[in-house]
């Protein structure tokens, strides 16, 4: 019994580095923006597609996948930047970008259907059929990989915000974007450089899911309810909480798993969701943000 | 409301005339079962779109959760008519009022949350709602789906032939008919005080909390009669289709209702009509063009949202502004 | 002057007569076409089968209409019923009403389906399916509704029965998608398995937007000594399950000692993407690539040259389902009520899934539509005779 539980908490550690990826670039827009990116689902299966098409049609590497599908997300994200969001920012709607960004997820999610099929592709990297094993544990080399990367993203991202002038722009326009442009920061520039941070950082998480998910134009949508769950459990536009959440909710999917049923486990994570709403709506790891909600 | 100088036209009463007149036409001009079909979608669709204006454009609150609202009332109807069988008019009466009474939870969460916490809050109710339904097979059959719903009970008239709705025809009749006193009450709760708070409450709450405005009872009142709207949609969605699985009340229904309003104008009770008959009727013209079907939806959603926010509402009144000024200036320029 | 009436009218005669002799050569040549009405999901996850679906057809009807049958060609409309109740309803509507077809094939989704049998026993157009397997499609009896494929009736108490008898397995865990299929499927295995003596250690369902199996085969494995684990799922979640099985060290390919089963859900081919993880899955397909039959030989050759990629069960279905219409037609079908009829009395038709034959309640009973394969080490098929 013991091993069962460990096993499922490295399973939940796995599953939850994943979402934080997804969640982690939805989150920075927020902070910046306070603005929901639909598409951002699409630019994750778009990274994965690209990764795939890197690893096993021009037989690159698998690392060479990933570098691809940043760079893919990166140039998405000011896409969308450039022709949704920043037209409509003198709107003042806060729903008009939102409703936009789930035309574009239709448009993203049918052109890939007629262009690539709904059929699954295999995405095998040769790292998912090499298994570790220890004392009962078993633990593929994908996963591990998938840990390493997560960890090594967020301190990036982490070194990137405390430490960089760019990172504290970012931070400054997310608290109160006027004040920043009066300090001189020019408050357009920051957020098309968060969208396409955030961007990049879904393609990546594509890439990194795409050997974990059912490979067809409409992954990312699997995944991206739950992300969206998170961010809010976590506080929207707050990193540590959407680790946290993460990680939390990951846990929460292996554990249903094991002791109830795989079908619970959107209703448990959703119920978490309500709960945080009812009871401490700024998310789970307190922040001081000012803000109406 | 342009009038072009004839007084009649002015009148919501002589349109609404009209509008009776027209529903009562168009199965006449369309009457295969295909186009029937269309037809009656397109009326539930109405309900559910204007019912989800009221509280979206008109009391500015983020409902992304309209999907659990129509899958309630769909399946209470339905279970309490096939498991119970209770009389299909007090079983519709029972979904409404639960769908309702589900609005008003969600409206607790209205209450203390604004913007894009609401709309997360009601997606997560959109997704918590489907997964019971999903799940809860002894209950709602989940996927393995309810099957042979009858449809309404036929009408009997003294003096006439009972009214079957196994008849398109007067099924169509029916919900459109429903949908239309369903409108014209909305239309007099916006144009009376109570549509005032509700604008009040949309615009600037902290505000209309001064102004002594209960903000948290016009809330709840909000959520619930939308809910109850979409509850109302969801017992005709059920026997009409004959069919109930989980899978129609997925959290997309939520936005495709919600491109329908954007569509035709969030914010009037008009623009949802005319974009829940748009994006009925769209897709269905558009099968012709098969794969492409979908992608030409999406596009319009994105370009009206970006060229045209409020939606054909406004289209249209640039369109008879333009007229309008035309024939002004027509007969200035004829003066003498 | 020579009086010539109608001079002027003799150019223009001559055209309109020739038009009208052409039209009615047009008219002649156009009475001569079988309707064939395809109701397939071609929008959305379920084109996963209509894009297939689809394949089949265009190769049987193109062959077809090489020289007709009793000379009559083939004309095919598709709509897309998108795998959900009402779109299949509305699809169905309007191919009635627009197309007026003679007959239709489909759907794949159970649920859609059921939608639209009613209306097109109500329209008289005879439905023929090889994609759905819940029992409510045949079961009351439809008059107007054919399957060909064995349903999940057939297919689970046969593959209980075997896995008890033959392999002699006494464990079992069930593993299915969340849908109609899946859980009808999960349903008849086990209540054959445990008439029989064995024992269900554990029913697992799960949705189809779960993509990372790692729990789920966590937890079998930690259930204790299994024998046969039956897996209702499609390719993709399938494919994820097998290899996290495997990882997990329960199955053969993993090094373990169960044995995973399944019906006719997964594609030849499948064993190529799933690797070793993959060895020793025993499972019944519809459509066997290594049957020496001709008709199977030369429908594999012929779907490659068109297709360039091999075929799937689902190919071969929605083929066997033009042929056996083609059939119908040469035995003097040639409207909607005797094409119905002359389904009813089918015999001897031998299609690339096996044979058809239709009880009362209009299911094929002819259990050689059932082969069993097991996957070998190195990947290929091994025809097990059970059947």
Sequence with gaps: MLTVILQQGINGVVVGSLYVLVALGLTLIYGVLVQINFAHADIVTLGAFAAYFVTHLLSGNYFAGIAVALVVGGILGWLVNATIFLPLRERGSELLPLIATIGVSIMLQNAMLILLGPIPYAFNTPYSSQVIRFSGIFLTVQNVLIIVVSALTIALLYAFMKFTFLGKALRAVSQDRETAGLMGINPNYVIMLTFVIASALAGMSGAMLGPVLVLTPFAGTTVIVKAFAIVIIGGFGNVEGTIIAGLLVGLIESYTTQFLDPGLIDIVVFALLLLTLAVRPTGLVAEKREENV | MLSFGIPMLSSRRFWFVMAAIVIGLLPLVFTDSYWQTNLIVCAINVLLAVGLDFVLGYAGQLNLGQSAFYGIGAYTSTLLIMNLGTPFWIAFVCGVLLSGFAGMLLSIFAVRLRGHYLAIASLGFAVITYQILLNWISLTQGPLGIYAIAPPPPLGIPGLPAIEFSNLANLFYLTAGFALCTYILLDQLVRSPIGETLTAIREDEVSAASLGINCQRWKVFAFAVSSAVAGAAGCFYASFVGTLVPDAFFITESFTILAMVIVGGMGTLIGPVLGAILLTVLPEVLRGIGDLRLIVYGVSVTLVVLFMPGGMVQAGRLIFGRLHRRAISAEAGSAP | ?387
């Design chain 3, 1 to 387: 002057m020579i009086y010539r009436p109608f001079r002027k009218l003799r150019v223009p005669a001559i055209v309109i007569g020739g038009l009208l002799v052409a039209s009615a050569s047009q008219l002649h040549a156009a009475d001569k076409v079988i309707k064939i009405g395809a109701l397939f999901p071609i929008s959305g996850p379920g084109s996963y089968f209509g894009v297939q679906d689809k394949q089949g057809v265009e190769l049987a009807v193109e062959q077809l209409n090489k020289s007709g049958v009793n000379g009559y060609k083939f004309e095919v409309q598709y709509e897309d019923s998108a795998c959900s109740p009402l779109p299949a309803s509305q699809a169905a509507k309007r191919l009635i009403d627009q197309f007026k077809p003679d007959v239709a094939i489909g759907e794949e989704c159970s649920d859609a389906t059921l939608a639209i049998m009613p209306i097109m026993a109500q329209a008289k157009v005879p439905l023929l399916n090889a994609g759905s397997s819940s029992i409510k499609v045949t079961q009351p009896g439809n008059p107007w509704t054919f399957r060909i494929m064995p349903n999940e009736v057939m297919q689970g108490v046969d593959i209980a029965t075997n896995a008890y008898k033959r392999l002699n397995a006494r464990t079992a865990v069930l593993l299915h998608e969340n849908t109609n299929a899946g859980i009808g499927n999960a349903k008849v295995f086990a209540e054959t398995f445990t008439k029989l003596g064995g024992k269900i250690l554990a029913d697992i369902g799960f949705g189809r937007d779960v993509n990372d199996f790692t729990s789920i085969a966590t937890r079998v494995a930690g259930l204790g000594k299994i024998d046969v684990i039956p897996t209702y799922t499609l390719e993709g979640q399938g494919l994820k399950i097998t290899q996290a099985l495997a990882q997990a060290g329960v199955v053969k390919g993993g090094g373990g000692k169960a044995i995973q089963l399944g019906t006719i859900w997964l594609p030849f081919g499948f064993e190529q993407k799933a690797g070793k993880a993959a060895l020793g899955y025993v499972r019944i397909v519809q459509f066997d690539p290594t049957d020496k039959r001709a008709v199977v030989q030369d429908f594999i050759k012929a779907f490659k040259a068109k297709y360039n990629q091999a075929p799937t069960h689902i190919n071969a279905h929605a083929y066997d389902q033009v042929m056996l219409i083609a059939d119908v037609v040469r035995r003097g079908g040639k409207d909607a009520q005797s094409i119905r009829d002359g389904l009813a009395a089918t015999k001897n038709f031998s299609g690339v899934t096996g044979s058809a034959e239709f009880d009362k309640t209009n299911q094929n009973i002819k259990m050689d539509t059932v082969h069993y394969m097991e996957t070998m080490p190195d990947l290929s098929w091994k025809a097990l005779k059970w059947n």
